[in-house]
């Protein structure tokens, strides 16, 4: 047995593989399992005890040398670029490409808003979507009989009347206000809710954009010079605004803004009803009851607000007719937004 050891130990030292498969191959018949090595220590046991040490000795010899082999064709083979050897997989099979994400429909008309307006130089705010009711409609001049505090509209927490969940983000403002002195000029993002049915014009969730501009001698032709040049950054520089007369407990005088319909450019079509023209958002002159209320001397200060439904917005901008789908997320629907 021991001449046969010194015999594989010749062998091994003038075997040479060439590339990736013959290197394999060399491994597995010193190396494997059912190799020439597994197969000497296997007999090992049958040698007599007086040998052992010196056969011993040569069998470990032959395995080390064995492993150093592969090892340093393993570095040659790599050195040399050997493409076979580099690489476990077939390089003429067709690429799957990678899909990668996209943001949001909401995310992207919601980020297009905010650089608009702080273009204009409005800073964002935030605040708590749990409120209390001083600050949800108290301080914004809802009577106590107001429609919107009862309990088919407002999600009122542990039935208590006291805390909700925020039906507008104007709460935010009233914070503002109070924390703030004037001049002000600020937009609020952020998630809603009504309790109102699910259907495919409205949700018991949605998103807003308020916004508030405060200081001395703002009238309602500031307030109409900044949303003209919102609705023309938004809908497109031919857009024309119209604004209707309507009602808010916070805002007075207050007004319904449209849009000219960037389908058809203002001539009529379904997506307008045929009327030429596309409602986007309420907005007003701030009530002096509102500053008052928030310590602002109604005297020396005024201002105006505007709110928009961010879902609103984006489907006037793409076309969509179903308000749930943007909480369904469905990718076939998201997918069409991919290269926004």
Same mark, same amino acid.
């Given at each position: ?16 593989? +060439? ?12 190396? +494997?399992?059912?190799?020439?090595? /597994? ?37 040659? @083979? ?25 943001? &949001? ?28 009711? @001083? &600050? ?9 009989? &107001? ?17 909700? @969940? ?6 935010? /403002? ?28 409205? &949700? ?6 308020? +916004? ?19 609705? /023309?950054?938004?809908f497109g520089k031919n857009s024309t605004i119209r604004l209707r007369p309507s009602y808010f407990p916070f805002t007075e005088p207050s007004a319904e803004m449209d849009v000219s319909c960037n389908i058809c ?59 749930? @789908? ?9 997918? /069409?937004?991919?290269?926004?």
């Amino acid at each position: 047995m021991k001449e046969e050891v010194l015999q594989a130990i010749e062998d091994l030292k003038r075997e040479l593989p +060439g590339n990736r498969e013959d290197l394999e191959a060399f491994r597995i018949k010193y190396l +494997g399992k059912k190799g020439i090595i /597994q197969n000497f220590f296997t007999r090992f046991k049958e040698v007599p005890p007086e040998e052992r040490k010196e056969l011993g000795k040569l069998l470990n010899d032959l395995k080390r040398l064995a492993q150093e082999s592969v090892s340093s064709l393993m570095e040659h @083979l790599h050195s040399q670029g050997d493409k076979a050897f580099l690489y476990d997989t077939d390089l003429t099979r067709p690429v799957q490409l990678t899909t990668y994400g996209a943001r &949001h429909p909401l995310s992207v008309t919601l980020h297009d808003i905010i650089n608009i307006f702080t273009r204009l130089g409005y800073t964002k705010s935030e605040g708590p979507e749990i409120e209390d009711d @001083l &600050h949800n409609f108290s301080y914004l001049n809802f009577p106590e009989d &107001h429609p919107a505090r009862d309990m088919q509209d407002t999600f009122f927490i542990e039935k208590d009347p006291d805390v909700l @969940l925020r039906t507008h983000t104007s709460s935010v /403002q009233v914070r503002v206000m109070q924390q703030n002195k004037p001049p002000i000029r600020t937009i609020s993002p952020g998630r809603v809710f009504r309790n109102e049915a699910i259907s495919a014009r409205s &949700h018991c969730i949605f998103h807003q954009v308020e +916004g508030l501009y405060i200081d001395t001698g703002i009238s309602f032709a500031h307030m109409k010079h900044d949303l003209l040049f919102f609705a /023309q950054e938004m809908f497109g520089k031919n857009s024309t605004i119209r604004l209707r007369p309507s009602y808010f407990p916070f805002t007075e005088p207050s007004a319904e803004m449209d849009v000219s319909c960037n389908i058809c450019g203002g001539k009529g079509c379904n997506i307008c009803k045929y009327t030429g023209w596309l409602e986007v958002m309420g907005c007003g002159m701030v009530d002096p009851n509102v500053l008052e209320k928030c310590n602002i001397d109604p005297e020396t200060y005024s201002g105006f607000a505007f709110g928009m439904g961010i879902e609103r917005t984006t489907m006037l901008r793409y076309n969509i007719k179903d308000i749930r @789908l943007f909480f369904e997320n469905d990718l076939r629907f998201l997918q /069409q937004f991919e290269a926004l």
